[in-house]
């Protein structure tokens, strides 16, 4: 299956491109499908494969947004979709929740994406005592509000994603204090992370990048019933974020005696 040419140049920056979940399954797999993606579909049914063949779809779309290819000539590696394999050079981050599915590309290092329904978790004061560190449980439960909170656990799902790691013993590496002040376990200066609201969700990226363009939200249509990828529609660009920060590397003591 051919797909027509991108409308976008290779983008320098970091990107997410968000869709809508396709509203039926298809009557059979789209060609496009790797072996490895193809059986990976035939192990789903009902919800969960249109959320599987919908992000496949995202992909495609995303590296082609991104690198100036054809959809249909880009491909995510095999596993994890963290790294595109044709064209090759390409960080992901994939992230889906409740119909909505998002990928993130940068073309320079690795990347972090969630993406939360903003009512997403009623007891939200449980998971801050019980994982975050004292200064955030101070701040978190004096302010008591849950969106609050939700970009919180956003913004470190997002940095676990980024610095390749799982959440067990790991949501302390980076710190939220008041105001949103960052504070990460990652040597390099120029960590950042950006906050949208779309569509009754928060959408979190966690990046790093020297250039001071900042990254774009775009968003397309539903992907078509027989998820094909040839078409012109081109995604529409979402309003700015509602959080945008620098991530300032953690000082530790023997840092400042060094």
């Known amino acids: ?48 494969k249109r959320e599987y063949l919908s992000s496949r779809w995202l992909i495609r779309r995303a590296i082609a947004g991104a690198s100036g290819q054809e959809a249909a000539r880009c491909r995510p590696i095999n596993g994890r979709p963290v790294a595109s394999a044709e064209p090759v050079g390409w960080h992901l981050s994939l992230s889906h929740s409740h119909g909505l599915s998002a990928c993130a590309t940068s073309p320079a290092h690795r990347i972090g994406l969630d993406i939360e329904p903003c009512t997403r978790h ?43 790691r799982g959440i067990a013993g790991n949501l302390q590496t980076l710190e939220v204090g008041p105001g949103f002040d960052l504070r990460g376990d ?31 939200l775009r968003r397309f249509e539903a992907p078509p019933e027989d998820y094909g990828l040839a078409g012109t529609d081109e995604p529409r660009e979402s309003e700015t974020p509602v959080l945008r920060r620098r991530i300032e590397p953690t000082h530790r003591p023997s840092e400042e005696q060094g």
């Open 186 to 216: 990652q040597a390099e200066p120029d960590w950042h992370a950006d906050c949208w609201r779309v569509e009754g969700f928060l959408v979190t990226l966690v990046y790093r990048q020297s250039d001071p363009t900042p990254p774009m």
């Open 122 to 164: 009623p007891h939200w004061q449980r998971v801050a005592r019980r994982w975050f560190s004292p200064l955030e449980q101070s701040w978190l439960l004096a302010e008591d509000n849950p969106e609050t909170f939700l970009k919180v656990w956003t913004l470190k799902e997002a940095w676990l994603k980024a610095t390749g």
């Open 1 to 48: 299956m051919t797909g027509s040419s991108s409308a976008f140049n290779p983008d320098p920056q970091p990107a997410i491109w968000l869709c809508r979940e396709a509203g039926r399954e298809a009557s059979r797999l789209p060609d496009w499908l790797t072996d490895y993606e193809r059986e990976t579909a035939d192990k789903f049914s009902g919800p969960r």
